[in-house]
């Protein structure tokens, strides 16, 4: 155990922690958006698994990380409009369909990377960027400061969710929608076109979220997610569906697994018990969540389908 | 020319005629009255004129020109403005966000609620509607809520305003309040089309009254010409007893009694505190109050369905504080919850086994442990007749039958085998006068044969009709106990909002 507590181990799995919760924080973020406005969304998973296999396939064509990038949220959005035709327009049972996307997403992405691609190949992963002047900050520097440029988008997309929430006319119609969709409707708001907005926002986020995931780790294989678009769904109510909870949740997730990576390598914990392992960050995020959750409330609107008149 | 007139309409709805040809207008500077019973068609031709609904047929003239409203937005832009009886507010947002929701911002994009907000002050003190801009509408009173609902009306500059049932919620001084606000909304030239069943309102507010019945427009007076009475009977087309008669009952023992009772709400604040209450046998004691000051806990409580933290709570002389609902029904409790078809009945289930919720135990109905069929048809037509329940079939589900014959049905079925203590929550919510009139009888019956009806009611005309006394009920507590015969609303409205009777 010592050698885990020394400065240069912690410090590289607090770095790496907060690469791991990248993805979870982008899919997490855009699942908060859709919840906002009233619509559970268990598809998540399934938009990370094809963006994932889409961004991989692209960097593995034309080696540029930034197409895969777009391929991710190109199949994001194009999801996230099938998400909302079934849920808004349709009206269909949100726990349901979801599960839906999710399976098509685990399927299709497996039969996809089987044609197309066969035997896994390694592929280009992110640049990284330090930023001059904060990477020399001690220690900080190095946690924080010398990630690759998508780990600071997505840390950015926080603040911009948090002005676009509270600051905006679409944040509070979001909010409004969430909660009283009667009400919202009968002063002219447009409860379908909202929640059409946060879903292709959700979407977008997912898919991206997906692509990042695949391209970090250089890599593609069947269920690359690990569920991890399920946790991000788990993230939102421990996050009490507000986007600096959700961070927190993301990177509670992501200092777990860098730590269980970690103590694999340094055979703190034996090989035979690496499964079990390999369990933990979802373990402890949901126990996390239960502890937490409980103490906030859910939108009022949340899962239910909007109808006009009663 | 009237600044809003309705010609002609017609709405159907599978297998209803909601509206039929009716004519309805209002005059600039005036409150028109729309009058009648629950699905006699006032909030879909209401709903129409807000766009909310399409007419099949007919016309709408906004200051003579033929409108077509199609939507609330349309309604909005041509200054028609709805109060909503259930209100249309968002409880986690600010009063401010209430308002702004909906309407283009100064700043594009982003809220402009600095602006908004000065706004809401400014039309506050104009029409006496002071509120506070920044506050969570979840942490408002229910009379300030309505304030909300009305500066969200006049922020769009309604010039025609739509109340459904606004007084529904408030106290008697609220209620003058209100009033008082809206007398002063019609001299600015406003037209106000006033909704409500709560005949002396009517009467003290409405320049015009029109009153529907089964889609129709079947009367029209002026208050100067109209009495209670006659209101009530174009409203039900005969005549109608508002108060039942109640011949004198020698009244017996304490048969419910409370003991300095404490109860938690679903919040985890305390709900009823240092509550005494003694109900006895062939008495109707109604507790008048608003809602939301602990009568939903304390009726939950003495039915054992929520926990009592201090106190006892004793039927006919048996403790039954804290014990298990089938226990306390076991001693002789019948209880009518407020909600029917939430709490008092199952929706899906059928007539019969709604009655069968409660009667399953009982050996009559079983044979050898299984349901005997016949026997429990016979039973529950019995049931039904005598309550004069109008259902097709025994097999029919409740959710189809009208709230008053659900009602009735839950009546039924509760005060067989004459219980010791009847506890009726607002029994005849939501109900047409003709089964109110009849559920009013059936207690009164009830309590000549010596049951203690405790009725929990916001409706000033029921307590005051029913009981034999009127406990006041407020933040939990008795205010204090009046005699009906000899108190005034006035009195008792006070102590609704909390004042002292000394």
Same mark, same amino acid.
């Given at each position: 155990?010592?050698?885990?507590?020394?400065?240069?181990?912690?410090?590289?799995?607090?770095?790496?922690?907060?690469?791991? &919760? /990248?993805? +979870? *924080?982008? $899919?997490?973020? !855009?699942?908060?958006?859709?919840?906002? =406005?009233?619509?559970?969304? #268990? %598809?998540?998973? &399934? /938009?990370? +698994? *094809?963006? $994932?296999?889409? !961004?991989?396939?692209?960097?593995?064509? =034309?080696?540029?990380?930034? #197409? %895969?990038?777009?391929?991710?949220?190109?199949?994001?959005?194009?999801? !996230?409009?099938?998400?909302?035709?079934?849920?808004?327009?349709?009206?269909?049972?949100?726990?349901?369909?979801?599960?839906?996307?999710?399976?098509? !997403?685990?399927?299709?992405?497996?039969?996809?990377?089987?044609?197309?691609?066969?035997?896994?190949?390694?592929?280009?992963?992110?640049?990284?960027?330090?930023?001059?002047?904060?990477?020399?900050?001690?220690?900080?520097?190095?946690?924080?400061?010398?990630?690759?440029?998508?780990?600071?988008?997505?840390?950015?997309?926080?603040?911009?969710?948090?002005?676009?929430?509270?600051?905006?006319?679409?944040?509070?119609?979001?909010?409004?929608?969430?909660?009283?969709?009667?009400?919202?409707?009968?002063?002219?708001?447009?409860?379908?076109?909202?929640?059409?907005?946060?879903?292709?926002?959700?979407?977008?986020?997912?898919?991206?979220?997906?692509?990042?995931?695949?391209?970090?780790?250089?890599?593609?294989?069947?269920?690359?997610?690990?569920?991890?678009?399920?946790?991000?769904?788990?993230?939102?109510?421990?996050?009490?569906?507000?986007?600096?909870?959700?961070?927190?949740?993301?990177?509670?997730?992501?200092?777990?697994?860098?730590?269980?990576?970690?103590?694999?390598?340094?055979?703190?914990?034996?090989?035979?018990?690496?499964?079990?392992?390999?369990?933990?960050?979802?373990?402890?995020?949901?126990?996390?969540?239960?502890?937490?959750?409980?103490?906030?409330?859910?939108?009022?609107?949340?899962?239910?389908?909007?109808?006009?008149?009663? | 020319?009237?600044?809003?007139?309705?010609?002609?309409?017609?709405?159907?709805?599978?297998?209803?005629?909601?509206?039929?040809?009716?004519?309805?207008?209002?005059?600039?500077?005036?409150?028109?009255?729309?009058?009648?019973?629950?699905?006699?068609?006032?909030?879909?031709?209401?709903?129409?004129?807000?766009?909310?609904?399409?007419?099949?047929?007919?016309?709408?003239?906004?200051?003579?020109?033929?409108?077509?409203?199609?939507?609330?937005?349309?309604?909005?832009?041509?200054?028609?403005?709805?109060?909503?009886?259930?209100?249309?507010?968002?409880?986690?947002?600010?009063?401010?966000?209430?308002?702004?929701?909906?309407?283009?911002?100064?700043?594009?994009?982003?809220?402009?609620?600095?602006?908004?907000?000065?706004?809401?002050?400014?039309?506050?003190?104009?029409?006496?509607?002071?509120?506070?801009?920044?506050?969570?509408?979840?942490?408002?009173?229910?009379?300030?809520?309505?304030?909300?609902?009305?500066?969200?009306?006049?922020?769009?500059?309604?010039?025609?305003?739509?109340?459904?049932?606004?007084?529904?919620?408030?106290?008697?001084?609220?209620?003058?309040?209100?009033?008082?606000?809206?007398?002063?909304?019609?001299?600015?030239?406003?037209?106000?089309?006033?909704?409500?069943?709560?005949?002396?309102?009517?009467?003290?507010?409405?320049?015009?009254?029109?009153?529907?019945?089964?889609?129709?427009?079947?009367?029209?007076?002026?208050?100067?010409?109209?009495?209670?009475?006659?209101?009530?009977?174009?409203?039900?087309?005969?005549?109608?007893?508002?108060?039942?008669?109640?011949?004198?009952?020698?009244?017996?023992?304490?048969?419910?009694?409370?003991?300095?009772?404490?109860?938690?709400?679903?919040?985890?604040?305390?709900?009823?505190?240092?509550?005494?209450?003694?109900?006895?046998?062939?008495?109707?004691?109604?507790?008048?109050?608003?809602?939301?000051?602990?009568?939903?806990?304390?009726?939950?409580?003495?039915?054992?369905?929520?926990?009592?933290?201090?106190?006892?709570?004793?039927?006919?002389?048996?403790?039954?504080?804290?014990?298990?609902?089938?226990?306390?029904?076991?001693?002789?409790?019948?209880?009518?919850?407020?909600?029917?078809?939430?709490?008092?009945?199952?929706?899906?289930?059928?007539?019969?086994?709604?009655?069968?919720?409660?009667?399953?135990?009982?050996?009559?109905?079983?044979?050898?442990?299984?349901?005997?069929?016949?026997?429990?048809?016979?039973?529950?037509?019995?049931?039904?007749?005598?309550?004069?329940?109008?259902?097709?079939?025994?097999?029919?589900?409740?959710?189809?039958?009208?709230?008053?014959?659900?009602?009735?049905?839950?009546?039924?079925?509760?005060?067989?085998?004459?219980?010791?203590?009847?506890?009726?929550?607002?029994?005849?919510?939501?109900?047409?006068?003709?089964?109110?009139?009849?559920?009013?009888?059936?207690?009164?019956?009830?309590?000549?044969?010596?049951?203690?009806?405790?009725?929990?009611?916001?409706?000033?005309?029921?307590?005051?009709?029913?009981?034999?006394?009127?406990?006041?009920?407020?933040?939990?507590?008795?205010?204090?106990?009046?005699?009906?015969?000899?108190?005034?609303?006035?009195?008792?409205?006070?102590?609704?909002?909390?004042?002292?009777?000394?």
């Amino acid at each position: 155990m010592s050698e885990f507590f020394t400065e240069a181990v912690l410090i590289a799995t607090i770095a790496s922690g907060i690469r791991f &919760g /990248v993805p +979870l *924080l982008l $899919a997490g973020l !855009g699942e908060a958006y859709g919840q906002r =406005s009233g619509v559970l969304n #268990l %598809g998540v998973d &399934g /938009v990370m +698994l *094809l963006g $994932a296999f889409g !961004g991989y396939y692209t960097v593995l064509k =034309s080696d540029n990380v930034w #197409l %895969g990038i777009a391929v991710g949220l190109a199949i994001g959005l194009v999801l !996230g409009v099938i998400s909302a035709f079934i849920t808004v327009t349709l009206k269909a049972e949100q726990g349901i369909s979801g599960i839906g996307i999710f399976l098509f !997403g685990l399927g299709m992405s497996d039969l996809l990377f089987q044609r197309l691609v066969g035997t896994p190949r390694p592929i280009d992963t992110f640049p990284r960027l330090e930023i001059p002047l904060l990477r020399d900050i001690p220690w900080i520097g190095e946690m924080l400061f010398r990630q690759n440029v998508v780990v600071y988008l997505a840390f950015l997309a926080i603040p911009l969710s948090m002005f676009v929430v509270n600051r905006t006319t679409f944040g509070m119609k979001i909010r409004a929608v969430g909660e009283n969709p009667e009400a919202a409707d009968s002063l002219g708001v447009s409860v379908a076109k909202v929640r059409y907005g946060t879903m292709l926002i959700g979407g977008t986020l997912a898919g991206v979220a997906g692509a990042a995931l695949a391209i970090d780790l250089g890599i593609f294989q069947q269920n690359i997610t690990n569920a991890q678009g399920f946790i991000a769904i788990a993230l939102v109510y421990f996050g009490a569906w507000r986007p600096f909870g959700v961070m927190l949740g993301a990177l509670l997730y992501g200092f777990v697994n860098a730590t269980v990576i970690q103590w694999k390598t340094l055979g703190i914990i034996p090989d035979s018990w690496s499964d079990i392992a390999a369990m933990a960050p979802a373990v402890i995020t949901i126990l996390a969540l239960v502890v937490v959750a409980t103490r906030f409330r859910a939108p009022s609107a949340l899962t239910k389908p909007f109808e006009r008149g009663e | 020319m009237p600044m809003m007139e309705m010609r002609g309409i017609t709405k159907r709805f599978p297998g209803v005629l909601a509206n039929d040809n009716v004519d309805f207008d209002v005059q600039a500077g005036e409150v028109h009255t729309l009058l009648g019973e629950n699905g006699a068609g006032k909030s879909t031709l209401m709903k129409i004129l807000y766009g909310l609904y399409q007419a099949d047929e007919g016309e709408i003239l906004l200051n003579g020109d033929p409108t077509v409203i199609d939507s609330p937005t349309t309604a909005i832009s041509h200054n028609i403005g709805m109060i909503h009886q259930h209100f249309m507010l968002v409880e986690t947002l600010t009063v401010a966000e209430n308002v702004a929701l909906g309407l283009p911002s100064s700043r594009g994009a982003l809220t402009d609620l600095d602006v908004v907000s000065d706004h809401i002050v400014e039309l506050g003190s104009q029409y006496g509607l002071e509120l506070d801009p920044a506050a969570l509408v979840w942490q408002l009173a229910v009379g300030q809520k309505q304030r909300v609902e009305i500066i969200k009306a006049l922020y769009r500059e309604a010039r025609l305003l739509i109340l459904d049932e606004p007084t529904a919620v408030l106290t008697p001084q609220e209620v003058d309040q209100l009033f008082e606000t809206l007398r002063q909304l019609t001299t600015d030239g406003r037209g106000l089309i006033f909704i409500s069943h709560k005949l002396h309102e009517v009467l003290a507010l409405s320049n015009r009254i029109t009153v529907l019945r089964q889609g129709r427009v079947t009367g029209q007076a002026t208050p100067a010409e109209a009495t209670r009475e006659s209101l009530a009977e174009m409203m039900v087309g005969r005549e109608v007893k508002l108060a039942p008669d109640k011949p004198a009952v020698q009244v017996a023992e304490p048969a419910l009694e409370i003991r300095d009772l404490e109860v938690y709400g679903d919040r985890g604040i305390v709900a009823v505190e240092h509550f005494d209450l003694e109900v006895r046998a062939g008495e109707i004691l109604g507790i008048a109050g608003v809602s939301g000051n602990g009568q939903r806990e304390l009726a939950e409580s003495i039915a054992g369905l929520r926990e009592v933290t201090k106190g006892s709570i004793s039927i006919a002389g048996t403790d039954v504080t804290n014990h298990r609902p089938i226990e306390i029904r076991d001693v002789g409790l019948a209880y009518v919850p407020e909600g029917r078809l939430k709490d008092g009945s199952i929706a899906d289930f059928t007539v019969s086994e709604n009655i069968l919720l409660v009667d399953h135990r009982d050996d009559r109905f079983l044979n050898r442990g299984l349901f005997d069929f016949g026997a429990i048809r016979e039973h529950c037509q019995g049931l039904v007749d005598d309550f004069a329940v109008k259902t097709p079939t025994l097999e029919t589900p409740v959710r189809s039958l009208s709230g008053g014959n659900i009602q009735k049905l839950i009546l039924a079925r509760e005060l067989e085998g004459t219980p010791t203590v009847l506890l009726a929550s607002q029994p005849t919510r939501g109900v047409d006068i003709g089964a109110a009139e009849y559920i009013h009888e059936r207690l009164v019956a009830q309590r000549e044969r010596g049951t203690a009806i405790l009725v929990i009611s916001e409706d000033l005309d029921e307590v005051f009709g029913l009981s034999d006394r009127i406990a006041v009920m407020y933040e939990g507590r008795v205010m204090g106990i009046v005699d009906p015969a000899t108190a005034t609303r006035e009195e008792v409205g006070l102590m609704m909002a909390g004042v002292s009777p000394d």
